[in-house]
């Protein structure tokens, strides 16, 4: 037994030992493992969260503990609709696709992990037929209630086969932030092709390794995804499934991502430009050397000092701080720092599904919004960086009572 737990894991693609760590965040639940008053009294499961790199193919990857089942339960509180900004970025996407692609009545539309129907409900309004495949209960149901027809089911080969023989073949598979929350990534990748007609697309949306990389987004780390995505890893994951990438966009979204469009290996459509634009970028950076990798552990440790010391300092001055968005990113923050509910009375969130609940490890008890209008606070911690301007907006709009903003990531900022 002990011989075993010394064993290097092996990459979840191309089967190369792991012998490279990347980051190492100690402990923690699931991110999205929001506790009731009742789970306060229980003990509560904790996971290793440790990263390495492969450098055969270069795929970012956690060392597996918990499986997708213990991670994406029936009370999975991440709704895709919480977020107007994200709304209106898959509005845009879905009116530029349609006309690309001239979407319509005969055409079908597909979504991996379509959450709560937060996407294809622009198709249909279109009356464009969709379909949406989504694993946890209470985002299906919230789908299918706004008329999209959703298959609660976790996304494999054999399911698309499955799917395949029914005569819903896709013109468009959707996999917008899935790809990294896969364990079984050759698979999942098998199974869009699988899935998709021999003239379709797949368009794949994902956070970016090199951003990740290039501003320290160690707050991005969490168990729910398995895989941190470079486009030279996707495009080896992708065509030893039989799917070749034609074009990337770059977008804002998340820190900065990239947008992945793919085809069948033997369609005819040309690879453009900013395919061999974004390798470079990335070959330039060192994404395929192993030296990048190795000063992450240092740099995520330094912001934690900094935090951990503003935290402290606000509190032992009498600084009144508290923190809005109860998100994945906000957990592996506070938990990697050590900060508790005796430094943050609470964290808001416009999500109803997290309210009344308590963040996972740290037990920062979760309210809406409107709590805000009865407070007055030095200090507003927004732990959602990523749309921080839009919490800015909204509380600015509110009766709250805010002197600054604050983000910790990469460095702290006061707004």
Known sequence: MAADLVVAPRCRHCQT??????????????????????????????????????????????????????????????????????????ARYCESIAKTLRLDGQSMVIELASNDGYLLRNFVTRKIPCLGIEPTELTAQAARAQGVETLQAFFSAALAQSLKDEGKAADLIVANNVFAHVPDINDFSRGMQILLKPDGIVTLEFPSLLELLRHC?????????????????????????????????????????LRVFACQSA???????SVAQFLEQERLFGLERVEPYLSFQAAAVRIKHQTLAFVLDASLSGKRIACYGAAAKGSTLLNFCGIKSDLIPLVCDAAPSKQGKFLPGSHIPVHAPEVLNSMELDYLWILPWNI???????VRQSQARVKQFLTTMPDIRLR
């Open 17 to 90: 030992q792991l012998r490279h760590p990347f980051v190492d965040l100690g402990f923690a639940p699931p991110s999205n493992a929001y506790r009731t008053q009742g789970d306060l009294l229980r003990p509560e499961l904790t996971f290793p969260l440790k990263v390495f790199v492969c450098t055969e193919c270069w795929l970012v990857q956690t060392q597996d503990f918990a499986d997708a089942a213990t991670l994406f339960k029936e009370d999975y509180a991440y709704f895709s609709s919480t977020s107007q900004g994200w709304l209106a970025h898959a």
């Open 217 to 257: 987004q160690f707050d991005t780390i969490y168990h729910e995804h398995f895989s941190y995505l470079s486009l030279g890893a996707v495009n080896r994951i992708l065509r030893r499934a039989g799917l070749r990438v034609w074009r990337v966009e770059a977008l804002a979204t998340h820190g900065g991502s």
């Open 267 to 273: 369609a005819s459509r040309p690879q453009e430009g």
């Open 388 to 394: 921080a301007d839009e919490v800015m907006a909204q």
